[in-house]
């Protein structure tokens, strides 16, 4: 079946600091990727995705890199800002649209 | 423009109420989701539109009734809640649903309608 495992959090960083979220997937076949986060008290926001092996999805300083020899898809930012502070799910989308979504990983950033 | 809106913002009913809670998009996206989230979890999928059409009911109670009147619209009606309903539901939209597999298409999510059952 398909399923996404997240690191558990939460996890509590500096400003500054370099954040990973580890996330690794089972699936059949070729999913697409995404990282969606949630910041307190709105709904999902896109951040990134990645549709096939090796792509790398980016967006506002955050990276994650499809790797199907390890099914993981990373999240990682060089230097967190206390805006960053969020709770990030990472999410495997195969047929009929359906997400399979990890638990989530909060993140606090501290000034 | 990439907005899905939801109203109400935030939903107070006893277990005897009527309500809806309604979604809208104007992407011209062709399927259309609603998702229960209780708290610090991830979001669980309850129905999915295609094309106007209830393509997936994740056997959700009948308390819960969806409709897609038109590809912008979608609402959720609400009857006889229990407590245990209280969550953030959330609405979101993607092109064209019933994707194959690995081109999945990205979902547009809408901010949610918390909701709270007395």
């Known amino acids: 079946g398909n399923s996404v495992t997240q690191m558990e959090g939460p996890v509590t960083l500096s400003e500054e600091a370099f954040l990973t979220i580890n996330c690794t997937y089972t699936a059949t076949g070729y999913p697409s990727l995404f990282w969606y986060v949630q910041y307190p008290g709105e709904g999902l926001q896109l951040l990134l995705k990645a549709t096939k092996a090796d792509d790398k999805g980016s967006n506002k300083g955050f990276e994650a890199t499809y790797r199907k020899e390890t099914t993981s898809f990373h999240l990682e930012k060089g230097s967190v800002q206390v805006s960053d502070s969020a709770v990030y799910f990472c999410a495997l989308l195969y047929n009929f649209n359906k997400f399979y979504f990890g638990s989530g990983t909060k993140l606090n950033v501290k000034p | 423009d990439t907005e899905v809106t939801q109203t109400p913002k935030h939903l107070v009913m006893g277990m005897t109420n009527k309500k809806s809670l309604k979604c809208e998009q104007h992407m011209g996206h062709r399927a259309m989701y609603w998702y229960k989230q209780k708290a610090k979890k991830p979001p669980e999928l309850m129905f999915v539109?295609?094309?106007?059409?209830?393509?997936i009911n994740e056997s959700v109670p009948s308390r819960f009734s969806p409709e897609c009147p038109n590809s912008s619209l979608l609402n959720l009606h609400l009857h006889a809640l229990q407590p245990e309903d209280s969550a953030l539901y959330l609405c979101?939209?993607?092109?064209?649903?019933?994707?194959?597999?690995?081109?999945?298409?990205?979902?547009?999510f809408g901010p949610g309608t918390r909701l709270l059952v007395l």
């Open positions: 979101a939209s993607s092109q064209e649903g019933g994707g194959t597999s690995g081109r999945g298409e990205t979902q547009y």
């Open positions: 539109y295609s094309y106007e059409k209830l393509s």
